[in-house]
């Protein structure tokens, strides 16, 4: 072959690399700027084209469990020497509480006049009821309700050894954590009888103290009326109002709240669960 035709072959070979080039080119652009690229031709046979090693980025350097820093390990709460009373927050906010459940007969009647009202509250629980009442703390955990630890079986504590407030408490965690999803940060004592090591085993179990600022004494079954005139006579911002949802007939305790509710909403109040600061 002659010295021209192989320079002018030679050229025609470099002007269909340049194109291809090109074509490859204006395809990432597009999908950059949004536009709507043309099918690239076959590729040309050959080895695969050698990528250099990507440089380290941010992403590389996260771990495996997710992006972001590390997550701390929750903080255990401080050793008090008495329960909390109240709720700090803004406005005309207030905690309603009901102890000694769950109980069949009772609670979901609480629960149906909470969600129709679309408000969250607290339960602390005693572990043997729940036991026997999973699906009443799983529904719980459903529509946003705060279950805390209320001991297994309601004991007086200031009358057991160490290791059976542990216990009280470590079973109704435990039982709480398999029924509700996780284990409780509150606790309250039985009869609102405290002691030292109440308060440290709960401090140890990750839980915090609370106690109420208004207590129904439903539990004496004093009638509907009467247990809606004590809430409302006590509330007010921070309150924290003591009912029962177990423990004895809370038929009385189930009608006060659907009087209630509705008339604490209407003065403006909002009922609400408290916020951790050690988590």
Same mark, same amino acid.
């Given at each position: 072959?002659?010295? $021209?035709? &192989?320079?002018?072959?030679?050229?025609?070979? &470099?002007?269909? %690399?340049?194109?291809?080039? %090109?074509?490859?080119? =204006?395809?990432?652009?597009?999908? %950059?700027?949004?536009?709507?690229?043309?099918?690239?031709?076959?590729?040309?046979?050959?080895?695969?084209?050698?990528?250099?090693?990507?440089?380290?980025?941010?992403?590389?350097?996260?771990?495996?469990?997710?992006?972001?820093?590390?997550?701390?390990?929750?903080?255990?709460?401080?050793?008090?020497?008495?329960?909390?009373?109240?709720?700090?927050?803004?406005?005309?906010?207030?905690?309603?509480?009901?102890?000694? !459940?769950?109980?069949?007969?009772?609670?979901?009647?609480?629960?149906? /006049?909470?969600?129709?009202?679309?408000?969250?509250?607290?339960?602390?629980?005693?572990?043997?009821?729940?036991?026997?009442?999973?699906?009443?703390? =799983?529904?719980?955990?459903?529509?946003?309700?705060?279950?805390?630890?209320?001991?297994?079986?309601?004991? &007086?504590?200031?009358?057991?050894?160490?290791?059976?407030?542990?216990?009280?408490?470590?079973?109704?965690? $435990?039982?709480?954590?398999?029924?509700?999803?996780?284990?409780?940060?509150?606790?309250?004592?039985?009869?609102?009888?405290?002691?030292?090591?109440?308060?440290?085993?709960?401090?140890?179990?990750?839980?915090?103290?609370?106690?109420?600022?208004?207590?129904?004494?439903?539990? /004496? /079954?004093?009638?509907?009326?009467?247990? +809606?005139?004590?809430?409302?006579?006590? %509330? =007010?911002?921070? +309150?924290?109002?003591?009912?029962?949802?177990?423990? !004895?007939?809370?038929?009385?305790?189930?009608?006060?709240?659907?009087?209630?509710?509705?008339?604490?909403?209407?003065?403006?109040?909002?009922?609400?669960?408290?916020?951790?600061?050690?988590?």
């Amino acid at each position: 072959m002659k010295k $021209d035709q &192989l320079l002018t072959r030679r050229r025609a070979l &470099l002007a269909g %690399a340049v194109a291809v080039g %090109a074509a490859g080119t =204006a395809g990432v652009v597009a999908l %950059a700027t949004g536009g709507t690229p043309e099918a690239p031709s076959a590729p040309a046979a050959g080895a695969p084209p050698r990528h250099l090693p990507e440089k380290p980025s941010a992403y590389r350097l996260q771990p495996l469990t997710g992006y972001g820093p590390p997550r701390a390990a929750p903080r255990r709460p401080p050793v008090r020497h008495e329960p909390l009373l109240r709720i700090s927050g803004r406005g005309r906010t207030m905690v309603l509480t009901f102890d000694d !459940g769950p109980d069949p007969r009772y609670t979901p009647g609480i629960l149906d /006049t909470l969600r129709e009202y679309d408000v969250r509250a607290m339960f602390f629980v005693c572990g043997e009821m729940a036991s026997y009442n999973k699906d009443l703390l =799983a529904r719980m955990a459903d529509e946003g309700h705060v279950v805390g630890n209320h001991t297994w079986s309601h004991p &007086l504590l200031t009358k057991l050894r160490r290791g059976q407030i542990r216990s009280e408490m470590e079973r109704t965690s $435990d039982v709480i954590e398999e029924a509700y999803g996780e284990r409780p940060q509150w606790f309250r004592a039985p009869y609102g009888a405290w002691n030292r090591a109440a308060f440290q085993l709960g401090a140890e179990l990750g839980m915090e103290p609370l106690a109420w600022t208004v207590d129904t004494l439903d539990w /004496t /079954t004093p009638g509907t009326g009467t247990i +809606v005139d004590r809430v409302e006579s006590g %509330a =007010a911002p921070g +309150v924290v109002v003591l009912s029962h949802d177990a423990g !004895g007939d809370r038929s009385q305790s189930v009608r006060a709240l659907r009087r209630y509710l509705p008339q604490l909403l209407d003065s403006g109040y909002h009922i609400t669960v408290p916020r951790r600061q050690y988590t």
